[in-house]
């Protein structure tokens, strides 16, 4: 007998494997399309599955992953950083928007208070993993209005913490705007403070501990236990799960051992996310839509329209011109991800009723519907404009050269970067290097650097050149095959030990190899020469051509 959880899973994943490449094929991006899933499947849809609360409690695993990698990525010094533009242009405009959004709701539509500031906030979050993934697409992220866009993202993403905490205070009976406030307030900073105190003191050395082993399962497993583990203590105090997770990413995200768990945990969070979305979409009522279509609709068009109207002035107080003001209020001016996931918490905590749920569920579904619409006349409206630099902006993980590999190859080639002033990434599967090597203050992170999300995490996408000192041929090769097939226009430059191997490198796709044999018997054959008293330009010609004839060997077969 087939088990009926088995069935939904198939079920759901075969949704999603239709579904989602239509959606990115009609340009919606991944997320509509784990929502258009949903609903397919859903009692609004096919009723094919009705197990969905079952489903939705599983799903929020993929909200406490995607908290945690947030809170990885959001390094304070990359704030600070960017501080103009995050903390002004950014907070402006949460709080404009979201006041806005709350007095219509409390005036218009007769909210209890404490529900229209949660709901004007949440809407005025927009969708980060949508709007990214559209700038990298259209390749304006180094665009001014890419940046600027990014920096209103990022201290959106900010936002969501304090929702996720407001949120169990508006659960709270009898709740009173003073002492009360004050005394969950308070419990809830010593909460923070001590999972602070204990993360910093704790997860680091057990990350070491853990390193040390060189078993890639149990890395896999402690940094899964770090996450869930975190979140369910804060559950237990009376906080989210979403927000411990986020607490756990803070603290790591100035670990040496950062990509190596951001790696570990992205497919974790990618299926469970897009599982979250999904359940989004079975949650939706579509009969609402049905009924009273003019209504749904003429609420998003509501909401866009406020959220750029607060946007565009905005943009242009802090001296972006009228088309990169015009573009960053058209493509923020959709709900997001994240007021799904505050509105799902409210609803299970009675925040929300039922109905209401429904009908803010499927005011943010249907804007982000408009996001690829939107983003298109955005881009229409730059697209004369050249690409340039801000210096209080900076994009996350902006690594011009990535060092796969640290030992004495690796080593010698940071010190020369070093020393002409070229910054770089490096990474290196022994944890004890690591370690020294942090301790000297160069750049080196821990991780598997077979594990393809390692590389991305450590910056391949927007590297200017990778270099591969590995002393394994067969663990280099694996490397440059992978980094080849996802990264075709990148600079790869590999080590290798002799000629054959150099030629299978090249095969892989590096851009060059170097045998590390050649030179060395190059530069023992010029000390010899030198010695010899044999004149210096015949000496230098000899060994070039030999180089040229040993590097043309390699190239041959390519």
């Not at 949120?167 to 308070?186: C, D, R, T, Y």
């Not at 609803?347 to 429904?358: A, G, I, P």
């Not at 943010?364 to 881009?379: R, Y």
């Not at 942090?438 to 990778?466: F, S």
Request: charged share 15%; glycine share 8%; with cysteine.
């Amino acid at each position: 007998m087939i088990s009926p959880y088995l069935l939904d899973i198939i079920i759901l994943l075969f949704a999603a494997v239709v579904a989602v490449p239509l959606s990115r094929a009609a340009r919606l991006g991944a997320v509509p399309g784990f929502l258009i899933a949903g609903v397919i499947v859903g009692p609004s849809g096919l009723g094919l599955i009705s197990n969905i609360s079952e489903i939705g409690n599983l799903a929020e695993i993929g909200v406490v992953l995607l908290l945690f990698v947030i809170g990885i990525e959001l390094k304070p010094s990359r704030l600070w950083k960017m501080k103009r533009l995050v903390f002004g242009l950014g907070t402006l405009q949460v709080t404009i928007t979201g006041v806005l959004i709350g007095a219509v709701s409390y005036i218009f539509f007769d909210f209890p208070l404490g529900t229209a500031i949660l709901v004007g906030l949440a809407l005025a979050l927009s969708s980060t993993a949508f709007v990214l993934q559209l700038l990298s697409e259209q390749k304006l992220l180094t665009s001014i209005y890419g940046r600027a866009s990014f920096s209103v993202l990022l201290l959106q993403d900010l936002a969501v913490v304090p929702l996720l905490i407001f949120v169990p205070l508006l659960a709270m009976p009898e709740l009173s705007m003073g002492e009360n406030i004050g005394l969950v307030l308070a419990k809830s900073l010593l909460i923070l403070g001590s999972v602070v105190l204990l993360g910093r003191y704790f997860l680091h050395p057990l990350l070491h501990r853990v390193a040390l082993s060189n078993s890639p399962e149990v890395f896999t497993a402690s940094a899964v236990l770090i996450v869930l583990g975190t979140a369910l203590v804060t559950e237990h105090a009376g906080l989210s799960m979403a927000m411990g997770a986020f607490l756990a990413g803070l603290l790591i995200s100035d670990s040496f051992y950062r990509h190596q768990v951001l790696a570990e945990i992205q497919p974790f969070r990618g299926l469970l996310l897009g599982l979250f979305f999904m359940s989004m979409g079975m949650s939706l009522n579509l009969d609402l839509l049905i009924k009273n279509p003019l209504f749904a609709f003429g609420m998003v068009a509501l909401l866009v329209f406020i959220k750029a109207a607060v946007l565009f002035p905005l943009a242009r107080c802090f001296g972006l011109k009228n088309r990169d003001g015009i573009a960053i209020a058209l493509v923020l001016a959709e709900g997001g991800e994240f007021a799904m996931v505050i509105f799902s918490l409210a609803f299970q905590s009675n925040v929300l009723t039922e109905e209401l749920f429904q009908q803010l569920l499927l005011i943010v579904l249907l804007s982000m519907l408009t996001t690829p619409v939107l983003a298109d006349v955005a881009k229409r409206l730059i697209k004369d404009q050249y690409m340039v630099t801000d210096d209080d902006i900076e994009l996350p993980v902006k690594a011009p050269i990535v060092l796969v590999g640290f030992g004495r190859v690796g080593h010698r080639i940071g010190e020369i970067l070093s020393l002409v002033g070229k910054s770089f990434v490096a990474l290196d599967s022994n944890a004890l290097l690591v370690s020294n090597e942090r301790a000297k203050g160069n750049p080196v992170y821990y991780g598997d650097v077979r594990n393809h999300e390692l590389l991305e995490a450590a910056g391949a996408r927007n590297a200017q050149t990778i270099v591969v000192t590995l002393n394994d041929p067969d663990t280099a090769e694996v490397v440059v095959s992978s980094l080849r097939k996802t990264h075709p226009e990148i600079n790869i430059f590999v080590r290798g030990h002799n000629l054959d191997q150099c030629r299978k490198l090249r095969k892989l796709g590096a851009s060059a190899a170097v045998s590390e044999n050649v030179e060395a018997s190059l530069e023992l054959a010029r000390m010899v020469l030198i010695s010899t008293g044999y004149e210096k330009e015949k000496r230098e010609a000899v060994l070039d051509d030999f180089r040229q004839i040993y590097h043309a060997q390699i190239d041959d077969e390519v």
